[in-house]
């Protein structure tokens, strides 16, 4: 199953979640099940065209719904529609070399009952914009922790990442660690310095 075809650019958002992401799971379903413990729900929300479209992956297999379940996700992924050609474009590189590197990256991090224990204690919102030098305007988007939309008093911050340090990350050149002390952190510094030592204490070393 080739990740490349289901970023082609004829692939809308509404054939990439409920047609190409159960058949691509299924190739790497062994993967997800040594790499998680858990079962995990994911949501991705286009503010632009009202779509939502929840995926549940576990060692059985992806579940998808084209709206919100009933289990929280761990991650909702708030967005526009519009950019999803240019996501595309920009994620085939990227697709292309993480598969290259499918068992290191797998073996890099694994989310365990512990990790998602301290995860689900976050109610955090935050704001990302990737930057590419030959486009407009960046393509922008809010990662919503532990709910369906942004919590009432909610802690927030931002910050604007470069897509060749995110296609330096895929292809094993830079660290994620490298790469997040180079980034310029806006809104509430203590809580994305408290959510990045949470997460540096559940990765091997």
């Given at each position: 199953?080739?990740?490349?075809?289901?970023?082609?650019?004829?692939?809308?958002?509404?054939?990439?979640?409920?047609s190409?992401?159960?058949?691509?799971?299924?190739?790497r379903?062994?993967?997800?099940?040594?790499?998680s413990?858990?079962?995990?729900?994911?949501?991705?929300?286009?503010?632009?065209?009202?779509?939502?479209?929840?995926?549940?992956?576990?060692?059985?297999?992806?579940?998808?719904?084209?709206?919100?379940?009933?289990?929280?996700?761990?991650?909702?992924?708030?967005?526009?529609?519009?950019?999803?050609?240019?996501?595309?474009?920009s994620?085939r590189?990227?697709?292309?070399?993480?598969?290259?590197?499918?068992?290191?990256v797998?073996?890099?991090?694994?989310l365990?009952?512990a990790?998602?224990?301290?995860?689900?204690k976050?109610?955090?919102?935050?704001?990302?914009?990737v930057?590419?030098?030959?486009?407009?305007e960046?393509?922008?988007f809010?990662?919503?922790?532990?709910d369906y939309?942004?919590?009432?008093?909610?802690?927030?911050?931002?910050?604007?990442?470069?897509?060749?340090?995110?296609?330096?990350?895929?292809?094993?050149?830079r660290?994620?660690?490298?790469?997040?002390?180079?980034?310029k952190i806006?809104?509430?510094?203590?809580?994305?310095?408290?959510?990045?030592?949470?997460?540096?204490?559940?990765?091997?070393?």
């Amino acid at each position: 199953m080739d990740l490349l075809d289901a970023l082609a650019d004829d692939v809308s958002l509404e054939e990439f979640f409920l047609s190409w992401a159960p058949k691509l799971f299924a190739a790497r379903r062994e993967d997800f099940a040594k790499a998680s413990e858990i079962d995990l729900v994911l949501c991705f929300k286009f503010q632009d065209t009202d779509e939502v479209y929840s995926l549940e992956m576990s060692a059985g297999g992806l579940v998808v719904e084209d709206d919100e379940m009933i289990d929280f996700p761990a991650i909702t992924l708030l967005g526009w529609a519009k950019f999803w050609p240019r996501v595309k474009r920009s994620l085939r590189p990227i697709a292309r070399a993480l598969d290259e590197r499918r068992s290191e990256v797998r073996d890099s991090f694994r989310l365990t009952e512990a990790f998602f224990a301290d995860w689900e204690k976050f109610d955090v919102v935050i704001d990302i914009d990737v930057r590419d030098e030959g486009a407009a305007e960046p393509v922008t988007f809010s990662v919503i922790l532990n709910d369906y939309d942004v919590p009432s008093g909610g802690r927030r911050f931002g910050f604007s990442i470069p897509l060749d340090a995110l296609e330096a990350m895929a292809n094993g050149t830079r660290t994620p660690e490298n790469v997040a002390k180079s980034l310029k952190i806006s809104g509430d510094v203590r809580v994305a310095a408290t959510l990045g030592g949470m997460i540096l204490s559940h990765t091997p070393s």
